[in-house]
């Protein structure tokens, strides 16, 4: 049973480029999320995705937006990059149930470096 | 102030310590509390998950939630070198079951 998988591994970039992550979630998932971690920090939310629309968003700038595709699969943009968007993306899979919290299942990140 | 607040460490402890591991919350809402592993260049693995006061054990873990107080503990015995790793606590809502919060992590060393 396959987990979260994330691509790419690893990313470098310069200010004001353009950058796309990718992010498959674990099988039977149908709920993908997004956090940007910087070093030495805790997991930020940036944003869920499910049935192919935002549910809810963190404190990020519309710089960072996504999409959901039909599989589940999910994609973080993130638009004009600056140096303090140099860190660790990671994609987060769940189950969305009712009545019940969240209990999200982590891939392994994608590592940005901002040049 | 930030809505959770974790001991930073690092802490260094020698192998069969007993580990305990604390953040406490501002955020009443929070219902649901979550502990989970960090290696290094990993992502979060979930260890512990729980909803309501007390303590929820799993084989050498031990997840204590006291409500009132606003305070969360994990406890680890018998550790063990693999422990070795960042644990961050999080936690979420009801009503905003997507965004979970988390704090910034205790840098965990096992001394064999």
């Known amino acids: 049973d396959a987990g979260v998988t994330q691509s790419p591994t690893h990313l470098i970039k310069t200010r004001g480029q353009q950058v796309t992550l990718r992010c498959s979630p674990k099988?039977?998932?149908?709920?993908v999320s997004w956090y940007q971690q910087a070093l030495g920090q805790g997991p930020q939310f940036i944003f869920q995705?499910?049935?192919?629309?935002?549910?809810q968003r963190g404190n990020f700038p519309d710089r960072f937006s996504g999409h959901q595709f039909p599989n589940y699969s999910s994609e973080l943009n993130v638009n004009a990059l600056w140096l303090g968007d140099s860190a660790l993306y990671l994609c987060?899979?769940?189950?969305?149930?009712?009545?019940?919290?969240?209990?999200?299942?982590f891939g392994p990140g994608t590592r940005l470096t901002v040049l | 102030q930030k809505e959770v607040e974790q001991d930073p460490g690092p802490l260094s402890v020698p192998e069969g310590a007993i580990v305990s591991l604390n953040c406490t919350y501002s955020?009443?809402?929070?219902?649901?509390f979550m502990w989970y592993r960090q290696y290094s260049r990993k992502g979060p693995e979930l260890l512990m998950y729980?909803?309501?006061?007390g303590n929820k054990e799993d084989g050498r873990f031990t997840a204590q939630v006291d409500k009132s107080s606003k305070y969360i503990s994990l406890f680890i015995r018998d550790s063990q070198p693999s422990d070795s790793a960042t644990y961050l606590c999080?936690?979420?809502?009801?009503?905003?079951?997507?965004?979970?919060?988390f704090g910034s992590g205790t840098r965990l060393s096992i001394r064999p």
């Open positions: 987060a899979s769940s189950l969305q149930t009712s009545g019940s919290t969240d209990t999200q299942y």
């Open positions: 099988s039977g998932h149908d709920t």
């Open positions: 995705y499910y049935e192919e629309e935002e549910r």
């Open positions: 955020n009443s809402a929070f219902q649901y």
């Open positions: 729980t909803y309501s006061s």
């Open positions: 999080a936690m979420n809502s009801y009503s905003s079951a997507s965004k979970i919060i």
